[in-house]
Nanobody, 125 residues
């Protein structure tokens, strides 16, 4: 059974940092691009960041550019999202995703093949 399991969510004050991790099991995702999406209460799920299978190419939503960094470790079958300078509007459930596409194309939810179950991030003001 293929699984993407997120961890690292929690409550943090505005201006703080969190590091999310997503571990894949059930298959090797080294040839898949990986991405993070988020969904705030009452809003649609939106793209946050993506990274190519090789880790060379990354793509970010404008709202997080310069604050968030996506990285991956194919040997450990994991992807990370380092979130700095967090704002209350970053509060959401964060989802890990994988797909056989470029990092840019994975920003579109229709290109996602696998989803994680999500981890809550709450940023207090």
């Amino acid at each position: 059974q293929v699984q993407l399991v997120e961890s690292g969510g929690g409550v943090v004050q505005a201006g703080g940092s969190l590091r999310l991790s997503c571990e894949a099991s059930g298959r090797t995702f080294s040839s898949y691009a990986k991405a993070w999406f988020r969904q705030a209460p009452g809003k649609e799920r939106e793209f946050v960041a993506a990274i190519s299978w090789s880790g060379v190419s990354t793509y970010y939503a404008d709202s997080v550019k310069g604050r968030f960094t996506i990285s991956r470790d194919n040997a450990q079958n994991t992807v990370h999202l380092q979130m700095n300078s967090l704002k209350p509007e970053d509060t959401a459930v964060y989802y890990c995703a994988a797909g056989r596409s470029s990092s840019y194309s994975l920003s579109l939810q229709r290109n996602v093949d696998y989803w994680g179950q999500g981890t809550q991030v709450t940023v207090s003001s």
